[in-house]
């Protein structure tokens, strides 16, 4: 019996202690070379594109896995309960309509940016503006004393107003300067885009 509960001892120690080894492994992971935690959210969608045909990853999915893998972060999805039409006209009603009413469409999961000190936010240009599923995230969150960067795919429009509108939603946040690139771009010309997305991340102090 004593050497039962003896062997029970040393077993769950031995599973206890490699457990902490994976999560301080993980914490570490989470880090980038500057000791800081980064999170890369984004909103990306699939489907038909104007520019770029129909497209199974979205071009600014493309660019926020450059940017985690560039910074050692982790990545975010911002998926929406509802998914958007695939067709591209139908597409742009819906998002239009949601501008329009300022709608807050709901988010299926989310992610405690609080945990981060530095996050990454990414979206499409839609109408001159994030999509309205971005502000669902955002306004969940407390950005107080967090470093906030934006980047955005588009096709001709950049980053349009939407560094103000991060200042105002983001409150406390410090936002950096953002990366515009153009959807077709970064679709197309990959080994181009990564080469723009790290000289931004140098320029930025990254
Ligand atoms: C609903 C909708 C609205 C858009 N509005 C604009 C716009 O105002 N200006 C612009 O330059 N591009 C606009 N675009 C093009 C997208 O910004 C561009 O294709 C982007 O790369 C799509 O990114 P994604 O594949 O990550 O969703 C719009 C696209 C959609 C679907």
Known sequence: MKII?????LMTLFTSSS???????????????NGKKVLVAYFSRTGENYAVGN??????????????????????????????????HACTDVAKQ?????????????IAAE??????????????????AVYSFIEKHDWKGKTVIPFCTHEGSGLSGT????????????ILQGLAIKGSVAQNSQEHTRKSVSSWIKKINF
């Open 5 to 9: 509960s003896i062997a029970i001892l």
């Open 19 to 33: 457990c902490a080894g994976n999560s301080s492994k993980k914490e570490i992971q989470q880090q980038n070379q």
């Open 55 to 88: 497209i199974k990853k979205g071009n600014t999915h493309i660019i926020a896995e450059m940017i985690a893998k560039e910074t050692n972060g982790k990545l975010f999805e911002m998926k929406t309960v509802k998914p958007y039409p695939q067709d591209y």
């Open 98 to 110: 949601e501008k329009e009413s300022n709608a807050r469409p709901p988010l299926q999961a989310d």
């Open 115 to 132: 945990d981060y000190d530095v996050i990454f936010i990414g979206f499409p240009n839609w109408w001159g503006d994030m999509p309205m």
């Open 163 to 174: 560094e103000k509108s991060l200042k105002a939603s983001c409150k406390g946040a410090n």
